[in-house]
């Protein structure tokens, strides 16, 4: 079992659901709060990788605790992969989540079923010593509704189905999404990573 891991978000909608992705692994899974450091990091990379190996990278220099950091993008097919690794600011900077998924919907207006299939992918970088990190990732496969569904989630979870479901991310409970969701399926990759160089 790792002793601490700190993860690069005071995202409270985050911290949740990697907190129980991780449960076993980690003895104490630490937040930018807990430790009073607070970095904004401009994620202006094109690609998740070059982001979540960003932030991971200045958090792990300010606070030298191995720590994680990751980035997550939707990627439509019909929109050629938009809103991608623009995902939080797809309706422009300082946008609510309301926002972005009101733009996705408007751009994907008379679009037809088969051909709303999207993806959420998650990279997440471990980060646990100068120059030293690792990538996991997860992906889920679904499509975009034409209207929102559920008043659980976050971010563009209302307008998600996931492949295989009747019911959108936000209306699925917290457990039920961290069964399949992209986050948790790269954190599942992370965990057993962990687990691995500690037995
Ligand atoms: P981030 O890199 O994890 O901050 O994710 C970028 C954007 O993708 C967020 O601002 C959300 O709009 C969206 N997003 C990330 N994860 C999820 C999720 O699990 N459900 C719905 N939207 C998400």
Redesign the pocket.
Known sequence: MTDKLLIA?N?K??IT?IKKALDSAVVSVLTLNDIGINIEVE?DKDT?EG?ALKKAEEIWSAARIPCSA?????FVDALNGD?GVY????AGENVS?AD?RRKLLEKMNGIPRPKRTAR?R?VVCYYFGEGEYKFFEGECEGEILTEERGSG?????AI?LPSGYDKT?AELNLEE?NKI???ARAFEKFKKYLTSISS
């Open positions: 978000t995202n909608d985050k659901e994620e998740l982001n990751d980035d997550t993008g939707l809103p995902s939080s600011r797809y989540y972005n959420f998650t989630g976050f971010g563009y979870d998600f991310f999404k969701s992209h986050r």
